[in-house]
């Protein structure tokens, strides 16, 4: 079964191994545990002591604690990065197996600081600059090739606009019409997501 939680694709093993020892906790534990976790996300402190400390109190051993931490870490941050609505959120927890009152604790805490967790995972996320392409050509030879010349378009300061590097790509027109498609592919699939 396909989880919007996990991107699209199915849930991982350890998540529905993780199910049961998270359904130990008592809920009211597990909400204080989904906080913990949305601070360590939103501002990069996590009591891992306390956290420990709840979690070890529920007569779990401190390896399970760790996978019900980790579990829950998945289960937060995969919904604030693909944007999980909470009733989705609510509906694919308790389809996991989770029980109705866990569900709840990890659903509020996580629907009130939806926000603030996209946007501390997107200044955390791999962002280069984007690239534009300054002129191509197409030369002929033996075979024909398609060049490139590309620029990066970096806007932090002005001394990095001066030092921005020339690029110079060069591909046979097979390769270039592959590229292309693949390009024109992935595009498809990142709009389908917006």
């Not at 996978?67 to 609505?85: G, P, T």
Request: charge should be negative; proline fraction near 3%.
């Amino acid at each position: 079964m396909k989880f919007h939680l996990c991107g699209g694709l199915d849930a991982p093993d350890w998540i529905l191994a993780n199910i049961v020892t998270l359904s130990t906790i008592p809920s009211t534990r597990v909400k204080v545990l989904v906080e913990y976790i949305i601070h360590r996300i939103a501002e990069g402190t996590f009591d891992y002591d306390s956290a420990l400390k709840i979690t070890t109190d529920a007569s779990l051993g401190v390896s399970d604690a760790k996978a019900c931490i980790a579990a829950l870490h998945f289960m937060v941050s995969n919904a604030a990065k693909f944007d999980v609505e909470d009733s989705t959120l609510s509906r694919e927890l308790q389809q996991l197996g989770l029980p109705k009152e866990h569900t709840d604790a990890v659903v509020r805490p996580y629907w009130e600081r939806r926000e603030a967790l996209q946007t501390k995972l997107l200044q955390e996320s791999l962002q280069l600059p984007s690239l534009e392409v300054k002129a191509w050509q197409i030369q002929s030879g033996d075979t024909r090739h398609v060049v490139m010349r590309l620029k990066s378009t970096a806007d932090d300061t002005e001394q990095e606009k001066d030092e921005a590097e020339d690029f110079v790509v060069s591909m046979t027109v097979e390769k270039f019409r592959v590229l292309h498609h693949e390009l024109k592919a992935a595009r498809a699939l990142m709009d389908a997501y917006n």
